[in-house]
């Protein structure tokens, strides 16, 4: 009899939640029963309040239970041995779950699926199908991704295609790809559960990107939060080399690419792209004014892609099935599926990916089953530190760029944090100012003094000192940073602060709409 | 993890010297020079500035510059263990501030601080991308999801075993 095939998740977010313990404990009880197992530590398929989530290979396919503690896996293993048969953990095969019935994979399809630390795994899964069809038309691979729609997905929302096209129209004795993996925003964790999940989609992308636009050297600066990830990527380098898909001879073509993993230091401002290259080159990272564009003027002064992690994973399939495929899903000029991650106070928190034109509301309520704590709903932030606070009344919002844009917001890297009525949104805005003060790199003076100031200001509005007055600082304040900051970490702080400050009021100490009518 | 605080070296030029040579040749390797020497002296030794200036062509005061930018170096060892707190928005929405202050409070040390007995330094981390799983915290490297009271109770008493 073959060797039973049991999945325990290696993620960072299951394994803070005691998956090596539950892993530790299946082997020592299959030890005590004389079972042989197969321990695949796979990513995490995105139901998060089910992890650990435990799977077992069967004649049925994967069977999953979740979440299981060390005290239940003799049960759990019982019920695996059974072939994947009943117990009170058991969720059944985990793509019929509701959760996942709603999702449109296509970054994460393998997220969970596969073995993160086998090539092979991976091969059989449709990888390495898009740098294969990419090395068969070299030149065609720039205009794939710009007919495919793909916006960064950083947050900025840049067309993807047109980025590559700058860099590889431009002339340079080098060239880099750089991947943006430092994940600071709260509520975002797309990019970690992907390296640690499915690391050689975002390999396979940044090839593709080399031989598009003629960058032999790769890096990917993780942020030194993520030591989980880090690891990960490593051994799928060292597994991406010696299996012959990166180095000297991609997949045996002419073309060289090789990629090397940067670790971030602590710094938020780095996630910004330039900050991030100044780091990257050994710098304090400090935001470089723009023009020139890192696409011509990037790391060490070299043509440059910046790309975020889940814009990179997105190439291979887009490569593979086709521009048309993927820029079929989506609304308006949001095409494809955006990965979004449900936090904060929230009952079903997760990896939702999804093609774009949900509303807020079904995300929240719907998907992901309201608070947690059971409280009503009181505020989400969207897109991070950076993001808007929106209410319920704001619930209709499609997940699209303009129409958050359109409505005082933004969807970031699409994190989605949940609060409920127990929060301050006065303190929530004071945060987002302190925030800033304490991450701004220093070079510009709105970013800089402005958001020291504004903690003060909002302090006094709290206080109830001078408070009309204060207002129409803070205001004043926040109009000077969105349009006078170098960045986005400046420019985008107004938004969580003017979003708390206009839609709760009443926590800023002024009378509540109800009292204010009568 | 391997990221035992346990496994500290006392300070050591010779070894400083290996380590920053070993990434000579390479391109942008200030930061990987810095952690390389903080993962084995715990932070980052004074006299390692002058020496990381030679050997990259730089001034003290770029290397200087750099190490104090980045939150993660340390300029003094911390404590035995190290205990983390993330203090961003996802934890805050499921009560990390409230977790935070009971530390400080136990403690009697504010985030950023060692315990007198050089027992723990407890400080903020902005987010450890857990935030599915809030609050969260790191122990010495090790993750810990869902922290409650009794659990961050826990991980204060491992502290000073």
């Known amino acids: ?518 | 993890m391997t990221m035992r605080i346990g496994a500290r070296q006392p300070w050591d030029a010779q070894l400083a010297t290996e380590l920053i040579g070993a990434h000579l040749g390479g391109e942008g390797i200030l930061l990987p020079i810095l952690h390389d020497l903080q993962s084995t002296f715990g932070y980052i030794p004074e006299p390692t500035v002058p020496m990381i200036a030679d050997a990259l062509n730089l001034s003290r005061a770029e290397v200087h510059g750099v190490v104090t930018f980045y939150h993660d170096f340390r300029h003094e060892p911390a404590g035995r263990h190290v205990l983390k707190l993330c203090r961003a928005e996802a934890c805050q929405s499921c009560g990390g501030d409230e977790l935070a202050a009971r530390a400080e409070s136990l403690l009697g040390i504010k985030l950023g601080d060692t315990t007198a007995n050089g027992s723990v330094t407890v400080e903020a981390v902005y987010c450890l991308g857990l935030c599915a799983t809030a609050p969260s915290a790191m122990f010495d490297g090790r993750l810990v999801g869902r922290l409650d009271p009794a659990k961050l109770d826990g991980l204060l008493a491992e502290a000073e075993r």
């Open chain 1, 1 to 518: 009899m073959s060797a039973l095939r049991i999945y325990v998740p290696g993620d960072a977010a299951a394994v803070a939640c005691g998956a090596d313990d539950v892993a530790l404990a299946f082997a020592a009880a299959a030890r005590k029963r004389n079972v042989a197992i197969e321990m695949i530590r796979n990513g995490s398929r995105g139901m998060l309040w089910l992890e650990p989530m435990a799977e077992v290979a069967t004649r049925r396919g994967r069977i999953a239970y979740g979440p299981v503690t060390p005290t239940d896996v003799d049960g759990v293993l019982e019920a695996m041995i059974a072939d994947g048969g009943p117990h009170p953990l058991c969720i059944g095969v985990p793509d019929e779950h509701p959760f996942m019935q709603k999702q449109t994979r296509l970054t994460f399809a393998r997220c969970g699926v596969v073995d993160p630390r086998s090539l092979d795994d991976y091969r059989a899964h449709g990888g390495y199908a898009g740098l294969a069809r990419a090395l068969e038309k070299t030149g065609e691979i720039v205009d794939v991704v710009t007919r495919s729609g793909l916006r960064g997905r950083g947050g900025a929302g840049f067309p993807t295609g047109i980025k590559w096209k700058t860099v590889a129209e431009a002339k340079a004795d080098r060239k880099y790809i750089v991947c943006n993996a430092d994940e600071g925003d709260s509520g975002t964790f797309a990019d970690r559960m992907i390296m640690e999940g499915d690391p050689f989609v975002l390999i396979e992308g940044m090839t593709i990107a080399g031989i598009a636009v003629g960058a032999t050297k790769g890096y990917i600066y993780v942020r030194s939060e993520y030591p989980h990830a880090i690891a990960v990527l490593n051994d799928a380098l060292h597994m991406a080399r010696r299996g012959g898909v990166l180095g000297g001879s991609v997949m045996g073509s002419s073309f060289a690419f090789d990629i090397e993993v940067r670790v971030g230091a602590g710094a938020y401002v780095c996630g910004e792209e330039t900050a991030l290259l100044d780091s990257l080159e050994g710098k304090r990272g400090v935001v470089r004014a723009k023009p020139p564009l890192p696409a011509h003027k990037g790391l060490f002064g070299r043509p440059t892609v910046i790309n975020n992690v889940l814009s990179l994973a997105a190439v291979p399939l887009i490569m593979d099935k086709g521009a048309e495929f993927y820029r079929d899903f989506g609304i308006g000029r949001s095409r494809g599926t955006m990965p979004i991650q449900l936090a904060g106070n929230i009952k079903h928190g997760g990896l939702f990916e999804v093609a774009f034109g949900i509303t807020l509301g079904e995300l929240v309520d719907d998907i992901g089953g309201g608070t947690l704590s059971g409280r009503p709903v009181k505020a989400v932030q969207v897109g991070g530190p950076l993001g808007a606070y929106f209410p319920r009344a704001l619930f209709d919002t499609p997940f699209d760029y303009e129409a958050f844009a359109a409505r005082g917001g933004l969807i970031g890297h699409g994190g989605i944090v949940v609060f409920d009525d127990g929060v301050d949104m006065a303190r929530q805005a004071r945060f987002a100012m302190a925030f800033c003060a304490v991450e701004s790199c220093g070079k510009c003076t709105p970013c800089r003094i402005g958001s020291t100031r504004g903690v003060e200001t909002v302090d006094r509005i709290i206080a109830g000192i001078e408070r009309a007055k204060n207002l129409d600082v803070l205001t004043d304040l926040c109009n000077t940073m969105k349009f006078g900051s170098l960045c986005a970490l400046g420019g985008f702080t107004p938004y969580p602060v003017m979003s708390a400050l206009t839609h709760f009021p009443e926590d800023f100490g002024a009378p509540t709409r109800l009292e204010a009518a009568e």
